[in-house]
Structures are given as structure tokens and as C-alpha cells.
């Protein structure tokens, strides 16, 4: 039998920290997702200057002060990307990018606003030749043709990968890229275009670009994190950011939600405070 933990938290930024602070604290068994540079919104901030208890504090200060808490309380990440949260009765199950399953009583999402607006044709075609995992769904595009539409250089492993199983990879990447990456890799063709919509019928076959059109078998869109629609479904939304009361329940018992992803403000003190209530609505939950 797989480890069901007390609680799972989705993310590393202020909320979900401060959720696995206060959970450690109150002796739940727990497992958090995300990276383990914790957030780059904080890292990369110039100067924090609403923070209480540090004035005009860095964000690389301040993110390191984060992880000798967490150092402290012996709380280590998991690098292993959520992609599927399903709520199946009194636990859930979470799916990852790395083809693993999760068990957890109790979920918190504090995965910020980086999942981004989805392409036209993302959502229609989604599981008929969409996908967010390479590894998961690799398998299924043997000797085949795929693109992948990349948000960050992480996901030159993923391209890397599906290289060695599918016919042709067109890689189109959202960032700036090292003309070198791919040496030797000669079935992989590099795609700096804008992205403009997905097409297709029945299934998706074409990818529409500013410049172009490619026509693929399957399509990978690689992000930091995926949009809590898709993420959780079943999910109730209130436009892009999940809806939640002020003990951060969301619709569906036992799920939590916390920080930016719950919409504004924006601000990391805000996303902290949020963090320390979603984890005593789960600590009382589980009390039940």
C-alpha cells in the first residue's frame, strides 16, 4: 500500500509554506510539491517592503529565510509536478509528471497564478491529443509526430525524451533558448514562433502558429504549473482563481486553497496569512 499522508500541499511560494509550517507544527503527516528554489516571484523580487517583522528585506533575503525555517522543522520538497487532483471521497489522489500516484486525506493548492491563459483549442482537444505530461503519455505517440510548447528550459528533458520515442518533435519555446541544447538530438526541430491556436476534429492535428502551421499527432503544452480547471476537476472557479470562503474551503470537501491562486491582491504577506488559515481548516477537517 502507498503512504497516504495527512495532507498534500501543492506549491512553494509563501501560502504553501506557510501551510506546511503550521501543519509540521501541528504533527500531520505531509508532503509538499514544488521546487525546491521555492519560488522564483520571491527570490527575484528587487525589495520587499510590506512584509512584517522585515523592512525593505530582498527577495533572495527573504526566500532564504524561508528555507532555514523549513531546514529547522527538517520539512523537505518533492519535485514532482501535480498534474491531477482527484477527490475520491473521503482521500484524494494526486497524478504527476513523473507517472506517480499520491494518496492524502486532505489537499492544499497554493500554486500561484503560473498556469497562464489557455491556447484556443487547449481545453476542446484535451486527452484527444493535448497533453501536460510527456512522460505520462510518451508511450501513446510511438514512432509519431508531436509538438511541445515549452514555458521554461526544464522542459528540454521532456523533449529530450519524447525524441527518443517519437518520429519528429517540433519544440516551441516561450523563452530563450541556447542554440546548442539539442546537438545530436536531429529529430528534434526547434520552433520560434508565437503560438496561435490547436486544431483539429475529432482529435487534434494541427498546431497554428504566427508564422506557420505544424501537423503532429499529439501536442505537449509543458507549463510551471497547470490551471486549477484541469488540475482539480470539479473545481469551482470564479474566473481564473478558485473560489474559496474565509476558512479558504473550496466546493469540494477536504481541498483547501491559499495565496494568488484565490486571486487579489497579490501580495506575499497576504498569501502567508492565507496559508496559516487553509492549514487549520485542513488541521480541523481531519478532526472530524
Known amino acids: 500500500m502507498e503512504e497516504k499522508f495527512d495532507v498534500a500541499v501543492i506549491g512553494t511560494g509563501p501560502a504553501g509554506l506557510s501551510a506546511v509550517i503550521t501543519l509540521k507544527i501541528r504533527n ?18 528587487h525589495e520587499i517592503q510590506n512584509y512584517l517583522g522585515f523592512p525593505a528585506i530582498k527577495g533572495e533575503e527573504l526566500a532564504q529565510n524561508f528555507q532555514n525555517h523549513l531546514d529547522s522543522m527538517g520539512i523537505e520538497i518533492t519535485e514532482d509536478q501535480i498534474t491531477a487532483c482527484y477527490a475520491m471521497g473521503d482521500f484524494f489522489t494526486l497524478t504527476s ?16 497564478v503560473n498556469f497562464g491563459k489557455p491556447y484556443e483549442g487547449e481545453e476542446k482537444f484535451l486527452g484527444r491529443g493535448v497533453s501536460y505530461c510527456a512522460t505520462c503519455d510518451a508511450p501513446l505517440y510511438k514512432g509519431k509526430k508531436v509538438a511541445v510548447i515549452a514555458q521554461t528550459q526544464k522542459e528540454e528533458e521532456e523533449a529530450a525524451f519524447l525524441s527518443e520515442v517519437c518520429e519528429k518533435v517540433f519544440y516551441i519555446p516561450l523563452y530563450k533558448m541556447e542554440e546548442s541544447t539539442f546537438r ?3 529529430n528534434i526541430e526547434c520552433v520560434n514562433d508565437t503560438v496561435v491556436s490547436i486544431q483539429g476534429a475529432m482529435k487534434a492535428n494541427k498546431l497554428v502558429l504566427k508564422n506557420r502551421e505544424i501537423e503532429a499527432d499529439g501536442f505537449f503544452i509543458l507549463r510551471d504549473s497547470v490551471s486549477p480547471k484541469q488540475l482539480v476537476p470539479g473545481l469551482e ?3 481564473n482563481h478558485v473560489k474559496v470562503n474565509r476558512l479558504m474551503e473550496t466546493n469540494l470537501k477536504g481541498l483547501f486553497a491559499c495565496g494568488d491562486i484565490t486571486g487579489l491582491p497579490y501580495q506575499y504577506i497576504k498569501s502567508a496569512g492565507e496559508g496559516n488559515v487553509a492549514a487549520l481548516s485542513a488541521v480541523k477537517y481531519l478532526s472530524k
Do not use: H, Q, R, W
Open 28 to 45: 500531520k503527516s505531509i508532503i509538499v510539491f514544488g521546487n525546491k528554489n521555492l519560488s522564483d516571484k520571491v527570490g527575484k523580487a
Open 97 to 112: 509528471k513523473s507517472n506517480k500516484t499520491y494518496m492524502a486525506k486532505s489537499v492544499i493548492l497554493a500554486s500561484g
Open 184 to 186: 545530436g538530438k536531429e
Open 237 to 239: 472557479l470564479d474566473e
